[in-house]
């Protein structure tokens, strides 16, 4: 069965650091790949996704993801972080020929202003 | 409706009581997907629908757990004789595609505590 794992629980960092949260996943066939995030008092929403093609993929407000095949990894980027950035981030997978999507535990981004 | 829309937002239950939860997914949408979020974990999968047809129900985690659709449209998960363990948010989302490939979109979600 397929999983996802995000290495962080929690990340703290100050406006303007650098953020890279991990994810890997455990199917070794052909994925889609997901980023959601929920705002504070908001719904999950899609932040970027990964079909086929260029491996680096750009979503909205600045955030990027690159999918490595050899590593099964997914790792979500943005070189700058905001305080409106604060929120909890979702890696989720799911296999090509699969209709559901499996997400991870979770990451919580809390930015100091 | 301009977005998927979940009743009630809360829900207080005593061990013992059955609980309907509905979603109202947006208009036209074929797709539509129950998960449970317990407190600190992400998302787990319960039951996808296309259109009316149950198509996975892997996810949900006993026979108490019950989830229709009977016009394609609106979807109720039932719960009956609810126990401790099944206190958590449960997310309603659609799609107007098949499947998740497309953008997910979510409700608030139910959160359901069972005392």
């Known amino acids: 069965a397929q999983s996802v794992s995000q290495h962080n629980h929690h990340v703290i960092l100050s406006e303007a650091a650098s953020l890279e949260l991990g994810c890997n996943y455990s199917y070794g066939g052909t994925v889609n790949l997901f980023w959601y995030v929920q705002y504070p008092g908001q719904h999950l929403q899609l932040l970027l996704k990964y079909f086929s093609g260029d491996p680096l993929v750009k979503g909205i407000k600045g955030f990027e993801a690159e999918f490595i095949k050899s590593k099964f990894s997914f790792n979500l980027r943005k070189p700058s972080v905001q305080w409106s950035d604060t929120a909890e981030y979702f890696c989720a997978v799911n296999e090509e020929r699969d209709d559901k999507i499996i997400f991870g535990k979770g990451t919580r981004l809390h930015i100091l202003p | 409706g301009a977005g998927v829309s979940q009743s009630p937002r809360y829900k207080v239950a005593k061990r013992g009581q059955d609980v309907a939860l509905r979603c109202d997914p947006i208009?036209?949408?074929?797709?539509l997907f129950w998960y449970q979020q317990a407190l600190g974990q992400g998302p787990e999968f319960l039951t996808y629908?296309?259109?009316?047809?149950?198509?996975?129900k892997s996810g949900l985690p006993s026979d108490r757990f019950f989830a229709e659709r009977p016009e394609g449209s609106v979807s109720t998960l039932k719960i009956q004789r609810t126990q401790q363990e099944d206190s958590a948010v449960y997310l309603c989302?659609?799609?107007?595609?098949?499947?998740?490939?497309?953008?997910?979109?979510f409700g608030s979600g139910t959160q359901l505590s069972v005392l």
């Open positions: 989302a659609s799609s107007s595609n098949r499947g998740s490939n497309e953008k997910l979109f």
């Open positions: 208009s036209g949408h074929v797709s």
């Open positions: 629908f296309q259109n009316e047809a149950q198509l996975d």
